[in-house]
């Protein structure tokens, strides 16, 4: 199947069987079960798995569509999958054919279920999950502050930092054993339906067989540098998603400053959509300032077009099932989503139009 037809066929998921359901998703882990398990008998569940292990090795471009597209339809069900899609992304890139001979042929329709497990990488002092080198493997030792889609994926892609600054990456059970715990599921302003977690590990052995790649010091910060317009993509399609809330209203009540809002707003997210795609194809050390505007601007405007939302539909978006107050707590996850202190001082200063 062409790129193009896989794309559109995502797309169809998104606007006919999640949109329609979002608020359902919001609240109802059962729910977005269901949808997981549909997007797997369409063989969605991992867009970018290369040609050798089934495809459909989506393009770039495409796949920075659906991811927008995901995000409008459904925030919740975009976070939870798209956990997934990154995990297969990176097992794919792994020198390790055990692990990807044994995930990536069964991640498209959802027979292998990874989740991620990696954020406290970030986090500077010292490391809160620790590897040593042992016989047949790496001893982890820690605790990991945040995991998303308990009940949903089969496996997390965890990393854990090495005595020499290194960072080791590998599949663990998602399921409790000797050694290795989870917390319950956290109450979360957004996206609770997704079943985030904490996790603790002692003396847990990650088997040769199971590690994806050892990182040198300091991946996760470039690694982040790379993406930091890349990230932008969820906040735009969670504007996306509260101008067709503000596009009902419009209509529905015929206020023609309604309809001049959405115009205004429609114009300038797409120049912070192109802006946002041309910062990704000239991402550099010399675009960098470029690129953390550019990311700034896509946060602050959805969570600007999501207000717009609320201030459309008046007092019934208070409802915790209203598509506006839904959109706008969204807005806050994808603020502090992969935020890196560079992300949050260039969305600060924007704020507060230093």
């Not at 998921?13 to 359902?24: H, I, K, S, T, Y």
């Not at 109802?28 to 549909?38: F, K, N, T, V």
């Not at 990176?90 to 990874?114: C, E, F, K, T």
Request: hydrophobic residues 45%; contains cysteine.
């Amino acid at each position: 199947m062409e790129p193009r037809d896989v794309l559109e066929r995502a797309l169809r998921f998104l606007r006919e069987e999640v949109a329609p359901n979002a608020e359902a998703l919001d609240q109802d882990p059962s729910q977005l079960a269901s949808a997981m398990d549909r997007m797997g008998a369409l063989g969605l569940l991992a867009l970018k798995r290369p040609a050798e292990f089934g495809g459909p090795d989506l393009p770039e471009p495409e796949f920075r569509t659906f991811q927008e597209e995901g995000a409008r339809a459904s925030g919740t069900f975009a976070f939870l999958q798209t956990q997934h899609q990154s995990a297969v992304g990176m097992i794919a890139r792994s020198d390790n054919d055990a692990v990807r001979q044994r995930v990536l042929p069964h991640a498209a329709d959802g027979a292998a279920r990874i989740g991620l497990g990696f954020a406290q990488l970030r986090r500077s002092g010292p490391p809160v999950l620790r590897a040593e080198r042992v016989p047949g493997g790496y001893q982890i030792d820690g605790h990991i502050p945040w995991i998303t889609g308990q009940g949903f994926f089969h496996e997390v892609l965890i990393g854990a930092a090495l005595p020499s600054g290194e960072a080791v990456f590998g599949l663990v059970p998602f399921t409790p054993q000797q050694g290795l715990s989870f917390g319950e599921p956290m109450r979360l302003a957004a996206m609770e339906a997704a079943q985030t977690v904490t996790a603790d590990l002692e003396g847990w052995l990650l088997r040769d067989e199971d590690v994806v790649f050892v990182k040198p010091a300091g991946w996760i910060q470039a690694n982040d540098e790379i993406n930091i317009a890349l990230q932008g993509h969820f906040a735009i399609g969670n504007a996306l998603g509260s101008l067709d809330v503000l596009r009902v209203a419009a209509e529905r009540k015929g206020n023609p400053v309604l309809a001049d809002a959405l115009k205004a707003l429609e114009a300038e997210l797409e120049s912070c959509r192109v802006a946002t795609a041309r910062a990704q194809v000239q991402a550099s050390a010399a675009n960098r300032e470029e690129r953390l505007q550019v990311r700034a601007w896509a946060i602050e405007l959805a969570v600007r077009c999501a207000h717009a939302a609320i201030a459309a539909t008046s007092g019934g978006a208070n409802q915790l099932s209203h598509p506006a107050q839904r959109l706008y707590r969204e807005a806050l996850v994808y603020t502090v989503s992969a935020q890196t202190t560079p992300i949050m001082e260039a969305t600060l200063a924007r704020l507060a139009r230093l």
